[in-house]
Structures are given as structure tokens and as C-alpha cells.
């Protein structure tokens, strides 16, 4: 009953604010068909809606625009529940992911603006934007849960260009937990520089080429006292990332990340690497431009991640590729394989086979 009168509430405020200002609603929805080719696996086939977010926007005044978006996602609360209520839920819920206001001081004349609240990650907005594929699969940052992509705290963005056409560059000061995990268990703050830039933008047959660059600072989500001091629990990402494109023809990535987490005095620092290279080509460029091709790109991705530089053969390699199909405005699905191997000889290499659809309203 509660979820229903909440959820009630969020949409006669959805409509109400249609009315009181400039306000955009905007969705999507994602969801996969997958075919498990791994060796002794027991459920081959699976129906799966890994996302949907539900976004509002609304423009209050010249200096004043404000965001929230809701994230649906499969949840399971049902041993929580069973333990403390006697109930159990298995299944899909709202999250609130983003909810910031975005100030642009009149004295700054659009040469900064300050976004405060629960706030979505710039670097990890402009790798999504580099990947493009979201809806196939979160970039290797975000898979593997390095660093968060929206937390609360605030951020001071500059614009490069015009309204920011060749780029940005901010720096972020963030409590260091994350939107699915609120609970800020010290009194540290995180820092994060960030910046991108377009160095092309003006010339139409390379405007999508792009660099991108942070550098992220600070402690562990975890609780200190006098055994346990915040100097040896730090938390350091440094990423670095590029796009070279030529219109409609091609486009070379590459996203690479050094994640160093601090485990005590004794343990010491422990270096995560991440490295990513996609690419995409597009086969209309080859034929008439009536050609049925001129909705389909041919894509592929490999990642490698080394999860310790202190130990040997404990690195593992993803490989994406695939084909993507444009059917219809707001309507784009993939045919992707897949293959996980791992440098353990003991592991099982794990390959699948994926049709993945993206809704967008």
C-alpha cells in the first residue's frame, strides 16, 4: 500500500509540474534475450529487464533547472523482510538515482554553474557517451563497481565552447558512498577532477572525436576509529579515455582506469587495472544510401581487468561483438556474442549469445 501511495504521489507531481513550468519527461527500457553457451550450465535461456528509468526535467527559471530520475530494477528483499516482517519481495522497484538542482548564476554569464544534490558522475556521463551502448552493457568502470555513478554532494562545472559544444571540465566534492547505498560511514569527503573536451567539433567529418580525463580522491565507504585511521583506506581512480571518429564511417575507443584501494597498514594499497578498446563501423558507407544498411552498425569491444597487481594469473578478458540495428526512432536493438575468459587455467570460459532491445520515449 505504501509503494502504491508513493508512486501515486510521484506521478501527480510529474503532471502537476507540467503545469507550473517548463517541465520534460522523458524514459527508457531495457531489455535482453540470452542464450548461456558455458559448459554445464544449467539455465540456458533467460528474459531479463535490466533497466528502466523514468526522467523528469524542468526548467524553473533562466538560472534555475532541476532533475530527478527513477530508477526500476530487480530487487531482493525477501530475506530482510521474511527475518524483520514476516513478508518477502522479489522483483522490480523504484530507486531514486539522480535528484540535483543545476544553478546558473546571472553574474557568471554561462561560464559555470553549480549542481547540488544526488548527483550523477561527470566522468562516468562522458565514458556512457563514448561507449554509446549502455543498454548492451555498463563500461568497464561501472561493471565492475569501481566507482559510483551518482553520489550525493556538489559540483562546479565549466563549460567549454559554446553551451559546452567542445567539452567541460569541474571538480566534484562527493560524501564517497553511492545512490544504492546512501549510509556515509565517515566524516571524509572525495574529491573529483574531471574534464573532456571536442578538439574537432567544428569540422563535421571528425566533431565526435573526443578526450576525456579524471582524477578521484579520497577514502573507503567505511567506518574509522582508533584502530583503523582514514590515511590507509584510500580510494584513488585515475581514468583516461578518447574517441577518434570519422562521421558515419567509424569510430576507435579506448577507456583506461587504475583503481587503488588502501586495506589497512598491514595489507597496504592494491592496484586494480582496467582497460577497454571498442570500436564501431558502419557498412552504409559502402553501399547507396537507400540501402537497408544505413540502420546498422557493426561494433565490437574487449576488455582486460587486472583485479591485483600483487598476485599472478587472477586477470580476466571480456570480449563484445556484434551487430545493432536502428529499427525506429526511439527503438534500437543488438545481436551481440559474448565471451568472458579467465587467465586461472581452472576457470570455466564463459560465452553467451545476447539480443538486446533499448526503448526510448
Not at 57 to 63: E, V
Not at 133 to 161: C, K, M, V
Not at 244 to 267: H, K, P, R, V
Request: neutral net charge; contains cysteine.
Amino acid at each position: 500500500m505504501r509503494k502504491s501511495i508513493v508512486f501515486a504521489l510521484i506521478i501527480c507531481s510529474i503532471y502537476g509540474g507540467l503545469y507550473a513550468a517548463e517541465t520534460k519527461v522523458e524514459g527508457k527500457i531495457c531489455s535482453s534475450w540470452m542464450i548461456d553457451l558455458t559448459q554445464g550450465k544449467s539455465t540456458p535461456t533467460k528474459f531479463d529487464l535490466s533497466r528502466s528509468y523514468i526522467t523528469v526535467a524542468s526548467k524553473l527559471s533562466d538560472y534555475v533547472n532541476v532533475n530527478i530520475t527513477l530508477d526500476m530494477r530487480a530487487v531482493r528483499l525477501a530475506d530482510t523482510l521474511e527475518r524483520t516482517q514476516g513478508l518477502s519481495f522479489v522483483g522490480y522497484t523504484m530507486i531514486l538515482k539522480y535528484a540535483y538542482a543545476e544553478i546558473r548564476p546571472k553574474f557568471a554569464n554561462n561560464h559555470f554553474m553549480i549542481l547540488l544534490g544526488l548527483l550523477r558522475n561527470k566522468h562516468v556521463e562522458y565514458i556512457d557517451n563514448l561507449w554509446g551502448r549502455r543498454y548492451i552493457e555498463r563500461t568497464i568502470l561501472r561493471l565492475n563497481d569501481w566507482q559510483a555513478s551518482s553520489d550525493l554532494g556538489i559540483t562546479l562545472h565549466f563549460p567549454i565552447g559554446n553551451e559546452g559544444k567542445m567539452g567541460g571540465a569541474g571538480l566534484s566534492v562527493y560524501n564517497g558512498a553511492k545512490y544504492t547505498d546512501i549510509d556515509e560511514k565517515n566524516k571524509q569527503k572525495n574529491i573529483n577532477m574531471y574534464g573532456t573536451i571536442k578538439p574537432l567539433v567544428s569540422q563535421k567529418d571528425f566533431e565526435k572525436t573526443q578526450l576525456v580525463a579524471q582524477y578521484y580522491r579520497g577514502t573507503r565507504n567505511i567506518i574509522f576509529d582508533s584502530t583503523r585511521f582514514a590515511s590507509n583506506y584510500s580510494h584513488e581512480v585515475i581514468s583516461a579515455g578518447a574517441k577518434f571518429a570519422m562521421t558515419n564511417i567509424f569510430e576507435a575507443s579506448f577507456d583506461l582506469n587504475w583503481n587503488t584501494l588502501g586495506y589497512g597498514a598491514d595489507t597496504g594499497k592494491i592496484t586494480i587495472t582496467g582497460m577497454s578498446y571498442f570500436a564501431t563501423f558502419y557498412p552504409a558507407c559502402l553501399f547507396d544510401s537507400t540501402s537497408f544498411l544505413k540502420n546498422l552498425d557493426l561494433f565490437g569491444r574487449i576488455d582486460f581487468v587486472d583485479p591485483n597487481d600483487k598476485e599472478d594469473n587472477d586477470g580476466k578478458g571480456m570480449l563484445f561483438a556484434g551487430v545493432e540495428w536502428f529499427v525506429s526512432k526511439g527503438f534500437v536493438m543488438a545481436l551481440n556474442y559474448r565471451m568472458t575468459d579467465y587467465e586461472n587455467c581452472k576457470e570455466i570460459t564463459e560465452k553467451y549469445i545476447y539480443i538486446n532491445t533499448e526503448f526510448r520515449f
